[in-house]
């Protein structure tokens, strides 16, 4: 059993996990921190069983840093019950300014530095 992750983990971005197993029979479900996890707008999961093994894909679109940060099990119940674990920690996005923070910022200062200089 092994989760695949594609996609970003920043908010805002969609994430794809895919649960890999070697079972062929067996009910996979999805939990996010020990709670099962229902479909909405933003959450999808689709299980697989064209194959001889069992595989199954959640998609969380739009990721929230709040809502969607924790703990993402992917469980089989059948003869045996397996589950394999996913932390997922989301990030803020990284706005480029292309360097016009710092430029201002030592603008500033050297006008202030002149200005100082000027008046003594």
């Given amino acids: 059993m092994g989760i695949i992750e594609s996609g970003g983990r920043e908010t805002g971005d969609s994430l794809t996990l895919t649960c890999l197993t070697t079972f062929s029979s067996g009910s996979l479900s999805w939990l996010k921190d020990d709670i099962v996890l229902e479909a909405n707008s933003r959450i999808s999961y689709s299980t697989n069983t064209a194959y001889s093994t069992k595989n199954s894909v959640l998609q969380i679109d739009d990721l929230d840093e709040t809502a969607d940060s924790g703990t993402y099990t992917c469980r089989i119940v059948g003869e045996t019950t397996l589950s394999i674990e996913y932390e997922l920690a989301l990030t803020e996005p ?27």
């Fill in 94 to 120: 990284v706005v480029d300014t292309g360097g016009i923070g710092i430029g201002v910022i030592i603008a500033v200062v050297v006008l202030a530095l002149l200005i100082v200089i000027i008046w003594w």
